[in-house]
């Protein structure tokens, strides 16, 4: 490979379209300004449904996704096949337009690794982007710990893990899981956290009117799964409401996903609908406006063996905007928020309506977690954190300098 000649880098993601997830959005992003060529394969969601377009100079294909699982063996067998093997099939047409050097593969699931395999007789690189414990994850939807479906996953996570150049972990937890589990060597491991950008901590746009009159709202961002305790927190409203009334307080869900509607006739069902509000998949502007105005922010996710080990996005996000956390005390939740959220027991749904009621009535506490929070954000959670790393560890594996990545580079705005 010529130190001159360009290196092409190809990612692919499987459970959310480009740009709309944001991790894997900066990361090819960040790639594509410092030099390297980025294309991306993923599927078809939401409002993005062309097959091939180009966006701030990344090359997007997409397939479409016939069908989608939410439970079941069988259906995620057979969607994690079919876009397996539609991913196949795009990243050859990508090859042809611009042959890649390297495969990023983001999971879940943890079978890409087969596809990266078939070009490494070609030279091309295997870089795993570790997102989610699938292991844990499986255990954390009430299924057993045991049984050829789990070891099934360890294998298939070992297998990734060690055919892998580079990997790439989200946090520590999933840095130690790759030394322990994977048994690899820290030289082909690197921390790369998710989050926005440091201007997010810049963004002032308070809303009063989305309070609905209320005096305070209470908001949950993200998308409603069923292991992402929503309905862990509606319990809690519930506890809330029977102490202290529906008349000053909002409760804000902002998000989609495959359990909204089973969360929304729950809280029906629950009496709650005076008191809570869900909003549905929402703008950039209109998450800022909610995230402006909002009095305090809950991560309701309960004790999972994979919650503990995972970052929420959401956690991150509240933080950048310097909102007060009330969430379950679980290891990355501690290690995301330190001392700028409220912890409580873990699955105490009581305790989390207490500590919520607790922070809305103390405002000076409130405007002391907010300043911390934003810090916190700045100094160690921002996307410019980790970006750096990132494209040093690239520029490493392929021995590649490309473009000088200065600091105009890194703060190129990328919501």
Not at 66 to 87: H, N, Q, R, T
Not at 222 to 228: A, F, H, R, V
Not at 360 to 388: H, I, P, T, V, Y
């Amino acid at each position: 490979m010529g130190r001159d000649k360009q290196r092409n880098i190809l990612i692919i993601v499987q459970n959310l379209p480009v740009p709309f997830d944001r991790r894997v959005w900066q990361e090819a992003t960040s790639l594509q300004r410092a030099g390297f060529g980025v294309t991306v394969i993923c599927p078809k969601k939401k409002m993005y449904t062309k097959s091939f377009e180009q966006i701030e100079g990344v090359d997007v294909y997409r397939y479409p996704l016939i069908y989608e699982a939410d439970e079941g063996v069988v259906g995620y067998f057979v969607e994690f096949v079919y876009c397996w093997l539609a991913s196949l099939v795009l990243s050859l047409k990508a090859y042809l337009r611009r042959p890649f050097h390297v495969i990023h593969a983001c999971n879940p699931p943890d079978t890409y690794f087969a596809l990266a395999l078939l070009y490494r007789v070609i030279g091309v690189k295997f870089v795993f982007d570790h997102h989610d414990l699938c292991p844990e994850m499986y255990v954390a939807k009430n299924r057993p710990r045991e049984g050829a479906l789990y070891r099934g996953l360890i294998w298939l996570e070992r297998q990734t893990l060690r055919s892998a150049d580079m990997v790439i972990a989200v946090n520590r937890s999933h840095y130690k899981i790759a030394l322990d589990r994977g048994g690899i060597s820290e030289e082909r491991l690197t921390i790369v956290r998710s989050g926005p950008r440091r201007e997010w901590a810049e963004i002032r746009d308070t809303k009063p009117e989305l309070k609905q009159g209320r005096k305070f709202m209470v908001m949950y961002l993200g998308e409603m799964c069923q292991q992402d305790g929503v309905d862990y927190l509606l319990r809690a409203i519930s506890h809330y409401k029977i102490a202290h009334g529906s008349s000053d307080t909002l409760f804000a869900f902002i998000g989609g996903g495959p359990d909204q509607q089973r969360m929304r006739s729950m809280a029906s069902e629950m009496g709650l609908n005076d008191t809570v509000h869900f909003t549905g998949r929402v703008s950039d502007q209109e998450l800022w406006s909610y995230l402006s105005t909002a009095d305090v922010c809950v991560d309701p996710d309960p004790f999972t063996e994979w919650s503990d080990l995972s970052t929420m996005n959401k956690m991150i996000e509240y933080l950048a905007f310097g909102r007060p956390v009330v969430a379950f005390d679980l290891c990355e939740n501690r290690n995301t928020a330190g001392d700028c959220a409220i912890y409580v027991e873990p699955n105490d749904e009581l305790a989390l309506s207490v500590a919520i009621r607790d922070i809305l009535s103390d405002e000076q506490r409130r405007d002391n977690m907010s300043e911390m929070g934003r810090k916190r954000f700045r100094d160690l959670l921002a996307w410019e954190n980790s970006e750096s790393e990132l494209i040093a560890r690239y520029r490493a594996l392929l021995d590649w300098q490309a473009v000088q990545f200065t600091e105009a580079t890194k703060s190129a705005p990328n919501y």
